[in-house]
């Protein structure tokens, strides 16, 4: 009897259940897959701004678990710490973290996918700790629901990114340099934090300024989208900083950036560096910053049974779930060729920014643009449409159990692209 091929994947967030649910999906049961996170439940981080302006907690509803999932596809979940990826023995060694005190295990693979994501570096900025907010987990969510509606005092908030270190390799394909690893969510931000400060009386957009580290704040949606979103933002009267290169340091009363200036604001609400996790730096397979070198199917150059997807995978810039989810299909499409011998055509990854954003009282923005990358595709939208697009993915997300069907980014590119509501 042939034995089956072990696929691991590592991560179950976003991109490593989306992967996990595809694998399942392609292969069947042709193959063992095995998953590993460190916690047992996802955060829906995207719509967390979304409950922290309606002053719900959104540890109460941003978190849902997905074993349930896996356990229906006959896949297996390891709760753990991930220590260490061998990629000459095929191995990865592991702590399982259900309790304190376990011993270091390890677990071999045919297959090895790494969706672990990023790890999001508030640490290296002075002074977050103890005047920084932010919207990364329903912790920091929750502490900026609790200030907003307890604490706030009516003045000044700066919402901006710190400056990202974008991997290098020759083996990566070229790809754009980004100076901020999103910018989607602080623009977002800006539309429903001053929609917010409208509906309790407490200020307006003028209350707001945006910065970035960057010449021009979300550069990835390319100059069509920003020479019709740009002048928007002034016209609303939000402040603008640009090129400040990155955060030096945050203080009570407001931000010092590295190119020398300053910032007054009573809140601070960052975005930082995402760097990779510690384990994955100096590895083989990956960049000088630690993200995994892979081709436009998602697979290493050196390490062909290593792919990675997601915000861990060096050509995932900027770190936005809709690349994840492009990334999801094509490597599992790929698996599937190779372990059930077919040769079904795929299309390597064309990135693209495909973008639903809050705006506050039901509205939402559409982004739909590959101009970033030399396309042609420049599409801004707004209206009611959007926000019930954002909606009913984190619906479909948590119902599907992160198995989007085939047609369902495709059909939200459609419904954005064409309708104005």
């Known amino acids: 009897m042939e034995t089956k091929k072990k696929i691991l994947v590592l991560g179950c967030n976003f ?6 649910r595809y694998l399942h999906k392609e292969l069947g049961h042709a193959a063992e897959i095995t998953i590993i996170d460190r916690k047992n439940y996802i955060n829906f981080i995207p719509n967390i701004p ?12 941003m978190e849902f678990q997905f074993q349930k999932f896996l356990k229906s ?21 592991f702590t399982p973290n259900e309790r304190s005190g376990s011993s270091q295990e390890f677990i071999n693979y045919d297959y090895l996918v790494i969706a672990v994501g990023c790890k999001l570096a508030f640490d290296k900025i002075e002074g977050f700790g103890e005047f920084g907010h932010t919207f990364s987990d329903t912790f920091y969510g929750n502490e900026v629901r609790k200030y907003l509606y307890n604490d706030y005092k009516g003045g000044h908030i700066a919402i901006g990114c710190d400056r990202f270190i974008q991997g290098q390799s020759p083996k990566s394909p070229k790809i754009p340099t980004a100076l901020a690893a999103c910018e989607g969510p602080p623009v977002e931000l800006a539309f429903s934090l001053a929609d917010w400060l409208e509906k309790h009386k407490k200020g307006n957009a003028k209350n707001i300024t945006l910065f970035t580290p960057a010449e021009v704040i979300a550069e990835d949606a390319g100059k069509t989208i920003l020479d019709q979103l740009l002048p928007m933002v002034s016209g609303m009267g939000y402040g603008y900083k640009n090129n400040t290169v990155g955060i030096k340091r945050i203080y009570k009363d407001g931000i010092d950036f590295k190119d020398g200036t300053s910032l007054e604001a009573e809140m601070k609400i960052i975005f930082p560096n995402w760097e990779p996790h510690s384990f994955l730096k100096g ?22 049974e290593i792919f990675a997807v997601g915000d861990a995978a060096a050509v995932t810039v900027p770190k936005l779930g809709s690349l994840g989810h492009m990334e999801c299909e094509i490597a599992s499409k790929v ?23 809050d705006m506050g009282n039901y509205k ?35 119902t599907l159990g992160g198995k989007v069907p085939s047609w369902g980014m495709p059909l939200s ?9």
């Open 364 to 398: 939402g923005f559409y982004m739909h643009t590959d101009e970033w990358w030399g396309g042609d595709i420049s599409i801004l939208k707004m209206g009611y449409t959007p926000y019930l697009l954002k909606m009913g993915f984190k619906t479909m997300y948590q």
């Open 283 to 304: 590895l083989p397979f990956v960049d000088d910053q630690g993200f995994v070198i892979t081709d436009l199917y998602m697979r290493n150059p050196d390490y062909p």
């Open 335 to 357: 698996l599937a060729n190779e372990i059930l011998g077919i040769s079904e055509t795929i299309d390597p990854l064309h990135p693209m920014v495909v973008c639903f954003g």
């Open 15 to 20: 991109a490593g259940l989306t992967i996990s």
């Open 73 to 93: 596809d006959g896949s297996e979940f390891i709760q753990a710490e991930i220590e260490h990826i061998d990629a000459d023995e095929k191995k990865v060694l």
């Open 50 to 61: 979304i409950e922290v302006f309606n002053n719900h907690n959104p540890a109460n509803t």
């Open 413 to 421: 590119e459609l419904i954005g692209d064409h309708t104005i509501i």
